[in-house]
């Protein structure tokens, strides 16, 4: 599957992505570079949502990955940083290719299942200032990311359900 969709940077550029799900994202890296990792995390039945100050704005939790990481390690990583919680469960729902000026560089979007490791304190790059678990059918109170994201929510949603059924 693949959705084609466009948004305007935070420098007003308009930016052509796709959307692809079912292909491993480490698929056709020749010309392209993997560099974030975006995170659906339930922690029960709750979606996890963390706030950047800079940008004023909630969001998935997510970040850049490392030189030499794996983008699952990033994962981890990201997801401890930002919101003090640790992974039991992860997979891909999918990635995004993103085609900017400089080159394509693709984004994936996984699904996790997350415990507190305790209270949010703060993100070490101090980017996230707060968290919040919220009930999934609301994030679009919080971000909108039109079809694509739909579409997201919708797998990580089922996923989740087939998760806490088991």
């Known amino acids: 599957m693949q959705i084609k969709s466009t948004y305007t940077s935070s420098d007003g550029r308009k930016i052509d992505y796709i959307y692809y799900e079912g292909i491993p994202a480490t698929k056709d890296l020749e010309n ?6 975006q995170m659906f995390c339930f922690c029960g039945d709750k979606l996890v949502l963390v706030y950047e100050k800079k940008g004023n704005r909630w969001s998935p939790p997510g970040g850049s990955i490392e030189p ?33 000026p400089t080159g394509i560089t693709r984004t994936t979007r996984s699904f996790c299942i997350v415990e507190s490791y305790g209270p949010f304190v703060s993100d070490p790059d101090g980017d996230i200032t707060e968290i919040k678990l919220i009930d999934p059918k609301d994030y679009k109170k919080y971000f909108d990311w039109k079809e694509i994201g739909d579409r997201i929510m919708e797998k990580a949603v089922e996923l ?4 806490l059924s088991h």
Do not use: S, W
């Open 32 to 37: 392209k570079k993997l560099k974030v990792v």
């Open 160 to 163: 989740n359900k087939k998760k």
């Open 68 to 100: 030499g990481e794996k983008y699952e390690d990033a994962v981890v990583r990201e997801i401890r940083e930002e919101t003090n919680m640790k992974v039991l469960h992860q997979e891909l729902i999918g990635f995004c290719d993103f085609y900017e």
